[in-house]
C-alpha cells in the first residue's frame, strides 16, 4: 500500500512540504473552496423547494475538486464527474451558465438536453459529462492523444469517483493512457461511497493507487481534505504528463458528507458516527486553521467571504428564476442545417398538444432565499 501524502494535520499544523503559493493564490483556493459550500446550500434547497430537479453535492470534498484542479494551467483540460462543477466555476464557467444549466431555461448553453448538474464550458475546456459512469475516462485519454499527436502542450486531468474504477473505462482507458504515455494524470476522488457501496466492498486492493501497477503507471495515495497535499501531488502529476512522462493515477481520500444526490437518502446505509467523524476532519477548517494562523486569513474573513459569495449567488439566483422557459423550437435545431419533413412533422403534433393541453408551469412564488 502506498503512502498518504499529506502537507497539514486537521489542526492546522504543517507536516509535510509546502508547495510554492503565494498569499493570494492561498486566499484564491480558500475562496472557490468555501464557494462549493455556499453553493452545494442554495442548490439543495431550491431542490427541495421543487424549484430545480438534481443536484450532485460536493460538502466535505472541496479540497480533493479544488485543491487538485488549481494545479491545472489554464490550456489544460478537466473531463469531470458529476461533482467537479466548483472546479468549472474557478476555471471561468460563468456563474450565470451555471445557474442556468440547473434551471435548463433559455439562459442555458445545453438548451435543456442535459439534466440539471450536468455542466460544460467551452472557453475553460471543460467538456460536457455524461451520467454513465466511467465514459469520460477513455473520452479524455483519446483527446490527450489527440493533444500528444498535434503536438499541443496541455494536459488533460480525468475526474471520477471511487465506484468508476470498477467500470470498463478504467481499466481500457488506464492501459491506453500507458501505453501511449498519453498526457493525462487520472484524479480518483474516493469520496467513501459509490452511491451505497462503500469503498471496501468496491476492491480487495489495499489501495486504489495500488491498480496503477498493472497499467505501468506511478499511483499516489493522497489525503483527500487536504488541499495544500491535493495541490502539491496533481502539480507533480501534472508537470511529469507535461514533459512527457506519461500519465498518473491520483487517489484522494476525501468523504461525501451528505448523499449521492438529491435523490439519495444515505442513513439507509451508512452509520452516523462514521458521518460524524468525517466531519470532525472538514477540509475547510484545516486550510482555515493554516490559513489564519499563518495571517494569510484573519479570523473573521471566512464570515465576510462566505456573506459575499451568497450575495453574489443569490442576485445571480433571482436572475435565473426570473428568466424564460426554454423555447420548444430548440427541440429541432442545431442537428441538421434545415429541419427534415419528419422532425417538422413531430414538432407541429407536439405544438399542437401544447396548445391543447397547456404547457408545464413551474411553482408559483420566488425562492426564500
Given at each position: 500500500m502506498t503512502p498518504v501524502a499529506k502537507v497539514l494535520e486537521q489542526d492546522g499544523a504543517l507536516v509535510g512540504e509546502l508547495p510554492q503559493l503565494s498569499k493570494d493564490q492561498l486566499r484564491a483556493l480558500f475562496r472557490h473552496m468555501l464557494r462549493i459550500r455556499c453553493m452545494?446550500?442554495?442548490?439543495?434547497?431550491?431542490?427541495?423547494?421543487?424549484?430545480?430537479?438534481?443536484?450532485?453535492?460536493?460538502?466535505?470534498?472541496?479540497?480533493?475538486?479544488?485543491?487538485?484542479?488549481?494545479?491545472?494551467?489554464?490550456?489544460?483540460?478537466?473531463?469531470?464527474?458529476?461533482?467537479?462543477?466548483?472546479?468549472?466555476?474557478?476555471?471561468?464557467?460563468?456563474?450565470?451558465?451555471?445557474?442556468?444549466?440547473?434551471?435548463?431555461?433559455?439562459?442555458?448553453?445545453?438548451?435543456?438536453?442535459?439534466?440539471?448538474?450536468?455542466?460544460?464550458h467551452k472557453g475553460s475546456r471543460y467538456p460536457s459529462w455524461s451520467s454513465v459512469i466511467g465514459t469520460q475516462i477513455p473520452h479524455g485519454v483519446g483527446a490527450a492523444l489527440a493533444a500528444k499527436q498535434r503536438?499541443?502542450?496541455?494536459?488533460?486531468?480525468?475526474?471520477?469517483?471511487?465506484?468508476?474504477?470498477?467500470?470498463?473505462?478504467?481499466?481500457?482507458?488506464?492501459?491506453?493512457?500507458?501505453?501511449?504515455?498519453?498526457?493525462?494524470?487520472?484524479?480518483?476522488?474516493d469520496n467513501g461511497w459509490a452511491i451505497s457501496v462503500c469503498s471496501r466492498e468496491q476492491t480487495a486492493a489495499a489501495s486504489y493507487a495500488d491498480?496503477?501497477?498493472?497499467?505501468?503507471?506511478?499511483?499516489?495515495?493522497?489525503?483527500?481534505?487536504?488541499?495544500?497535499?491535493?495541490?502539491?501531488?496533481?502539480?507533480?502529476?501534472?508537470?511529469?504528463?507535461?514533459?512527457?512522462?506519461?500519465?498518473?493515477?491520483?487517489?484522494?481520500k476525501s468523504y461525501r458528507m451528505m448523499g449521492h444526490s438529491s435523490s439519495d437518502d444515505p442513513t439507509k446505509y451508512r452509520d452516523a458516527d462514521e458521518v460524524a467523524q468525517w466531519a470532525a476532519r472538514d477540509p475547510l477548517e484545516r486550510l482555515e486553521r493554516y490559513l489564519v494562523a499563518n495571517k494569510v486569513l484573519t479570523a473573521k474573513d471566512r464570515a465576510?467571504?462566505?456573506?459575499?459569495?451568497?450575495?453574489?449567488?443569490?442576485?445571480?439566483?433571482?436572475?435565473?428564476?426570473?428568466?424564460?422557459?426554454?423555447?420548444?423550437?430548440?427541440?429541432?435545431?442545431?442537428?441538421?442545417?434545415?429541419?427534415?419533413r419528419h422532425l417538422r412533422v413531430q414538432y407541429n403534433k407536439f405544438v399542437a398538444v401544447a396548445e391543447r393541453l397547456g404547457h408545464a408551469q413551474k411553482g408559483d412564488g420566488a425562492f426564500p432565499l
Open positions: 452545494d446550500d442554495r442548490m439543495l434547497k431550491l431542490q427541495r423547494a421543487g424549484r430545480i430537479g438534481f443536484v450532485g453535492t460536493a460538502t466535505g470534498l472541496e479540497a480533493a475538486i479544488i485543491g487538485s484542479a488549481f494545479a491545472l494551467e489554464e490550456r489544460d483540460w478537466l473531463w469531470s464527474g458529476l461533482r467537479e462543477g466548483g472546479a468549472a466555476l474557478m476555471r471561468g464557467l460563468p456563474l450565470r451558465e451555471y445557474l442556468a444549466q440547473m434551471y435548463c431555461n433559455s439562459n442555458d448553453t445545453a438548451k435543456g438536453r442535459q439534466m440539471c448538474n450536468h455542466f460544460q503536438g499541443l502542450d496541455e494536459v488533460h486531468a480525468i475526474y471520477f469517483g471511487d465506484g468508476a474504477t470498477s467500470s470498463n473505462g478504467f481499466h481500457s482507458g488506464l492501459n491506453f493512457a500507458g501505453v501511449w504515455k498519453a498526457p493525462c494524470v487520472f484524479v480518483c476522488i491498480k496503477a501497477v498493472a497499467y505501468g503507471l506511478p499511483g499516489v495515495d493522497v489525503d483527500g481534505n487536504d488541499a495544500l497535499a491535493c495541490y502539491r501531488e496533481t502539480r507533480k502529476a501534472i508537470e511529469r504528463a507535461r514533459a512527457g512522462g506519461g500519465p498518473t493515477l491520483v487517489v484522494l465576510r467571504i462566505t456573506d459575499e459569495l451568497y450575495e453574489e449567488i443569490d442576485r445571480e439566483i433571482h436572475t435565473q428564476e426570473a428568466a424564460a422557459p426554454m423555447a420548444l423550437k430548440t427541440l429541432v435545431e442545431d442537428v441538421y442545417a434545415d429541419v427534415p
